[in-house]
């Protein structure tokens, strides 16, 4: 599967479009996932109201989580780990700052962290992206991914499809 990254400084000048583009991701990725109880069966709509995600996005962390989808608010002042996912697609839409990450490659010294989840220190061969507000970047499962570098601060949302 290849990898999709969107700027959406380039491709969506007009922010309405941008809008427009996130409404209709988050549609169809709702449309395909059964939600958990947390949400009423009649609707499926789920509001996470400002004052969470403030909360959230001071430290990152998980906004909600359910058996096929979770929304987390990604907060970061360094680098990270390398992560490779075995069953979900991570899409990823910086709010603040910019870092370089790495995707792809061959992943060194890994080890599994639970079950589907894998980590290592560092990628041999990835291809480099540099990422800023605005821009969407779409991981498959079982790619490769890391922040290598982070400069100051760095706050993104992460959509994971499990599938």
Not at 57 to 84: D, M, Y
Not at 134 to 159: L, Q
């Given at each position: 599967?290849?990898?999709?990254?969107v700027?959406?400084?380039?491709?969506?000048?007009?922010?309405m479009?941008?809008?427009v583009?996130?409404?209709?991701?988050?549609?169809?990725?709702?449309?395909?996932?059964?939600?958990?109880?947390?949400?009423?069966a009649?609707?499926g709509?789920?509001?996470i109201?400002?004052?969470?995600?403030?909360?959230?996005?001071?430290?990152?962390?998980?906004l909600?989580?359910?058996?096929?989808?979770?929304?987390?608010?990604g907060?970061?002042?360094?680098?990270?780990?390398?992560?490779?996912h075995?069953?979900?697609?991570?899409?990823?839409?910086?709010?603040?700052?910019?870092?370089?990450?790495?995707?792809?490659?061959?992943?060194?010294?890994?080890?599994v962290?639970?079950?589907?989840?894998?980590r290592?220190?560092?990628i041999?061969?990835?291809?480099?992206?540099?990422l800023?507000?605005?821009?969407?970047?779409?991981?498959?499962?079982?790619?490769p991914h890391?922040?290598?570098e982070?400069?100051?601060?760095f706050?993104?949302?992460?959509?994971?499809?499990?599938?």
């Amino acid at each position: 599967m290849k990898l999709l990254s969107v700027s959406f400084r380039a491709r969506y000048k007009d922010p309405m479009n941008a809008k427009v583009f996130l409404v209709s991701l988050a549609a169809t990725t709702a449309s395909f996932c059964a939600v958990s109880g947390e949400v009423p069966a009649a609707t499926g709509v789920i509001l996470i109201g400002h004052e969470k995600v403030a909360t959230t996005f001071a430290q990152g962390g998980p906004l909600i989580s359910t058996n096929n989808f979770k929304v987390q608010a990604g907060h970061r002042t360094g680098p990270g780990e390398v992560e490779i996912h075995d069953q979900d697609t991570d899409i990823f839409y910086i709010q603040e700052g910019s870092a370089t990450f790495v995707t792809g490659g061959k992943a060194q010294g890994t080890k599994v962290v639970a079950p589907g989840e894998t980590r290592a220190k560092e990628i041999i061969g990835g291809e480099a992206h540099h990422l800023t507000k605005g821009d969407v970047i779409i991981i498959p499962k079982g790619v490769p991914h890391w922040f290598k570098e982070v400069d100051g601060r760095f706050d993104y949302f992460v959509v994971k499809v499990s599938k």
